[in-house]
């Protein structure tokens, strides 16, 4: 049986392993408290559009206005947001622990914003203020996490009060019509006037083959003592693939989540239901 919400047992395994090294894999969940909508959960959905199926370039192919309303929306909601505290308490592990590295699959720029040490965080699935050029002959790559809305055309996405609060925002209801935006009045390329689009890694791209190589050589590096799979389902890979690759090497499994697969730890595996940004500060205090 794993050990579950068992906050001293944790604690007394690490300080039996200070100097040992520690990943951590987040998701959603992560800042899920910040009020940004998981993708199991509320954010599942857009407009009944699947968001995993908005988040290809077929989707972006066919309809650029409406993926990038989706975009600008989450955008809008990013930055609206804070980061909470388990984004704050990765962040001090990370300025504690410099053998500490956190992968986290979320595109919110919230662990960013809580002062996570760049060199000890990777954006495995890339972020949402990052702008790219959708003509792949060219390079052009910007960051831009103030303007908002990023156009004119995208506005609607950046209105977080509804008219009538009896009705959800009109860009999330599937019952009000979208605007259709022509692909002249979306964000375009200042290089070469192609569409530019969110920097995101859409599903059946390729991650960062540069980032993968660098995860590849810390994992290498030697024994790791525990991985955190902090409000993650674990089911999109490659990133679900780093729990196995550091169990592999050693490390005990500490799952932090508002739902515990206890048949899916092992005996030395540690589990703990709740809210990240409750336990987390917790378990790292
Ligand atoms: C759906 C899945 C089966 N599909 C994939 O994995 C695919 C295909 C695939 C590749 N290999 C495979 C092997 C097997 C099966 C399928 C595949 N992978 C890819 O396409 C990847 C690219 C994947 C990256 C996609 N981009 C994202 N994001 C950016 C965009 C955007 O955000 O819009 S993925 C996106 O969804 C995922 C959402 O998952 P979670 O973060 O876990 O969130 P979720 O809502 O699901 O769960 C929330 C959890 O939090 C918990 N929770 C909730 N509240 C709290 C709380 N308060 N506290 C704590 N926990 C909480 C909940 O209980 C829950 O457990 C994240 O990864 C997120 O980044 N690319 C690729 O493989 O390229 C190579 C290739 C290329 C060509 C051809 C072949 C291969
Ligand atoms: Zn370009």
């Known amino acids: 049986m794993p050990i579950i919400n068992d906050i001293p047992a944790f604690h007394a395994f690490l300080t039996t392993n200070p100097n040992s090294r520690i990943l951590a894999l987040c998701g959603a969940g992560l800042s899920a408290a910040s009020g940004l909508p998981t993708f199991r959960g509320a954010g599942g959905l857009w407009r009944n559009h699947d968001a995993t199926r908005l988040a290809t370039p077929e989707a972006f192919r066919a309809d650029p206005g409406l993926v990038w309303l989706f975009y600008a929306y989450r955008r809008h909601m990013a930055l609206e947001a804070k980061p909470n505290p388990a984004h704050h308490a990765l962040a001090a592990l990370a300025r504690q622990r410099r053998k500490f590295l956190c992968l986290t699959q979320n595109v919110d720029n919230l662990s960013q914003r809580a002062g996570h040490p760049p060199s000890q965080l990777r954006t495995l699935h890339g972020n949402l203020f990052t702008l790219k050029c959708f003509n792949r002959r060219c390079s052009h790559v910007e960051h831009n996490n103030t303007a908002d809305p990023l156009v004119p055309s995208l506005a609607p996405a950046s209105v977080t009060t509804p008219a009538d609060a009896t009705r959800p925002l009109p860009l999330v209801d599937a019952d009000v019509p979208l605007v259709h935006i022509p692909a002249s009045e979306l964000p375009r390329c200042p290089q070469c006037a192609s569409l530019l689009r969110p920097g995101v890694v859409w599903f059946g791209e390729q991650l960062d083959g540069a980032l993968l190589g660098e995860i590849y050589e810390w994992l290498d590096e030697g024994p790791i003592s525990v991985i955190f799979v902090v409000g993650t389902g674990a089911q999109v890979w490659p990133a679900a693939g780093y729990v196995q690759e550091a169990a592999a090497r050693g490390a005990r499994?500490?799952?932090?989540?508002?739902?515990?697969?206890?048949?899916?730890?092992?005996?030395?595996?540690?589990?703990?239901?709740?809210?990240?940004?409750?336990?987390?500060?917790?378990?790292?205090?």
């Open 253 to 285: 499994v500490c799952v932090v989540n508002t739902e515990v697969a206890e048949e899916t730890l092992g005996p030395e595996d540690f589990g703990f239901v709740g809210d990240a940004a409750v336990l987390l500060p917790r378990l790292l205090e």
